[in-house]
Structure formats: structure tokens, C-alpha cells
């Protein structure tokens, strides 16, 4: 029922930027912390940026700090990313992640979009 759909990625020059978008459908009462992850050929995917449902409190990976910014709008249920000076070795298929609790007392579940590829070139 849960679907995470990203969208905005694409091919773009070094330097340049982009915003990426993951909606969230489905029944969704209570959405907690959401995040973006990203995964290289031949690497692991690794945490890009995360934050929290209420608070606001961010975390970034070091390599991305001071160059992406991490948003989300509850109403809309959706998360965004503003890369900007994007470098080459951004270069990835960028993954929306949501933890989600169906009832109040429930545990949260973590949800998976289906990715988005951005490629930087030189």
C-alpha cells in the first residue's frame, strides 16, 4: 500500500543543481524520520542526509555538507533535496527512505522508493 516515488534526478554538468522530490502515498498515519541514501556502482548505499518528523534536526553525510539541503513538507507527505555544486563523484542512484508507523503504538517500518539516477559529469 506504502509507495515512495522520487523524482528530479537526471544528467547535469559539475557545478550544477538539482532538487530532487519523494512522495509519499498509501496509508501513512504517522510518518517519523525520512531520509535520502545513495548508492554508487560497486559501493554499498550509504546515508546522504536525514530528518526528523517534528523537531527539524538534520544530519548530513560530511562529503555533502554545506552543498545539500534536506526539506520535507508533512502536508504534501514529501520529502525534497537541493543539491547544488554537484560534483562528479555525486554520482548515483539516490533512494527516498521513510520510516512509518501505521497506528500510533505501532513500530516504525522503513519504506524504500525505487530510486533516482543522478549523474554529474565533468
Excluded: H
Amino acid at each position: 500500500q506504502v509507495q515512495l516515488v522520487e523524482s528530479g534526478g537526471g544528467l547535469v554538468q559539475a557545478g550544477a543543481s538539482l532538487r530532487l522530490s519523494c512522495v509519499v502515498s498509501g496509508s501513512t498515519r504517522y510518518i517519523d524520520d525520512m531520509g535520502w541514501y545513495r548508492q554508487a556502482p560497486g559501493n554499498q548505499r550509504e546515508l546522504v542526509a536525514r530528518i526528523s518528523s517534528v523537531v527539524g534536526i538534520t544530519n548530513y553525510a560530511d562529503s555533502v555538507k554545506g552543498r545539500f539541503t534536506i526539506s520535507r513538507d508533512n502536508a504534501k507527505k514529501a520529502l525534497y533535496l537541493q543539491m547544488n555544486s554537484l560534483k562528479p563523484e555525486d554520482t548515483a542512484v539516490y533512494f527516498c527512505n521513510a520510516d512509518i508507523r501505521a497506528t500510533y503504538l505501532s513500530i516504525s517500518q522503513a519504506y524504500w522508493g525505487q530510486g533516482t539516477q543522478v549523474t554529474v559529469s565533468s
